[in-house]
Nanobody, 114 residues
Framework: QVQLVESGGGLVQAGGSLRLSCAAS????????MGWYRQAPGKRREFVVR???????HYTASVKGRFTISRDNALNTMYLQMSSLRPEDTAVYFC????????WGQGTQVTVSS
């Protein structure tokens, strides 16, 4: 059974940084295309970034140069380092496969104040 547990969110001022974690079980993050998604209030969930099994990364344009995805194969955990945060980055952040499976976690709330 696949379980994805996101953590690391919080309240931060614009320009600040946060590091999100995604602890996975039932799936090997190094052998699968994985990614981060987010859902802002009143909006649909959207793709943020992808990390392929071969190490290829693809970022949505709005976060390119500010966010960095990585993984720790030994811990079976994926990370999202977010810098230069903006109020429009406020959302609940989720990790999942790319394309996403039905196994969504609860997500972690990121709130960026102006």
């Amino acid at each position: 059974q696949v379980q994805l547990v996101e953590s690391g969110g919080g309240l931060v001022q614009a320009g600040g940084s946060l590091r999100l974690s995604c602890a996975a079980s039932g799936i090997n993050v190094s052998n699968n295309d994985m990614g981060w998604y987010r859902q802002a209030p009143g909006k649909r969930r959207e793709f943020v970034v992808r990390l392929s099994s071969s190490g290829f990364t693809h970022y949505t344009a709005s976060v390119k140069g500010r966010f960095t995805i990585s993984r720790d194969n030994a811990l079976n955990t994926m990370y999202l380092q977010m810098s230069s945060l903006r109020p429009e980055d406020t959302a609940v952040y989720f990790c999942n496969q790319v394309p996403p499976s039905m196994n969504w976690g609860q997500g972690t709330q990121v709130t960026v104040s102006s």
